[in-house]
Structure formats: structure tokens, C-alpha cells
């Protein structure tokens, strides 16, 4: 009876484990070939986050796609990607394209600031 159980149990950790895919992570995949919005989201306070959704609401009416495909990182999950992209605090947006920032804005400011630099680096060249 002891062998049965031990048998049962190896072959239950057997096919339990060969589901597992070491492939698979939570790490974000970026395409190099595309410029990727990437937001952090400061749980905390959301009227400081204000200009952020405008700014977004705003970006999406010319950059629909960009908008719909952007990467949110919120607290305190988003701490281990502050390194990764060079942030400082959130919140924060960004847009990276080819292993690299081509723009970055954080902390307190207007809409503005956030949708002039943006727009910049989405428009076609």
C-alpha cells in the first residue's frame, strides 16, 4: 500500500511539474521595432496622477494604437521596473522604442508637459 501511495504521488509531481513552461515570466516583451507607452501608476495619490489620464485621453484621440497597447506598471509591483527604465518616481509616462527612452516624464506636471514631448516622439517620422 505504501508503494502505491509513493507511485501515485511521484506520478501526480511528474505531470504536475511538466506543465510548467520555464519560458514563461510576468516580464514585460517589448518589440524593438515599435514605440511602446509605458505608464507608472502611483496608487497614492490620485490627484496628482490628474494630468496624467488627461494627457492619455488627449494622446489617444491622435495616437489610438500607442494608447491602446500601453504598458501600466502600478505600485508596488512597478518598484522593480523603476531601475530597469531609469525612473525616479511615479508617477511617470514614457515611451521607449529600440532598447532605449526617447522621452521620459515624472512627478508634478501639467498636461501639457506630458502631451507636447510625447507627441514628438509618436508622430511618424
Do not use: W
Amino acid at each position: 500500500m505504501k508503494g502505491l501511495s509513493f507511485v501515485l504521488a511521484t506520478s501526480f509531481l511528474l505531470m504536475t511539474t511538466s506543465c510548467i513552461h520555464p519560458d514563461e515570466t510576468d516580464e514585460p516583451v517589448f518589440d524593438k521595432n515599435v514605440k511602446h507607452i509605458l505608464f507608472f501608476s502611483d496608487d497614492s495619490d490620485y490627484r496628482q496622477e490628474a494630468p496624467y489620464y488627461d494627457a492619455i485621453i488627449e494622446l489617444k484621440k491622435e495616437f489610438p494604437n500607442e494608447i491602446n497597447n500601453m504598458k501600466v506598471f502600478s505600485e508596488p509591483g512597478a518598484k522593480k521596473y523603476f531601475e530597469d527604465f531609469n525612473v525616479e518616481k511615479s508617477p511617470a509616462i514614457m515611451v521607449i522604442y529600440n532598447d532605449e527612452v526617447m522621452v521620459s516624464v515624472d512627478g508634478r506636471v501639467s498636461k501639457e508637459q506630458i502631451v507636447k514631448p510625447v507627441t514628438q516622439v509618436l508622430e511618424p517620422e
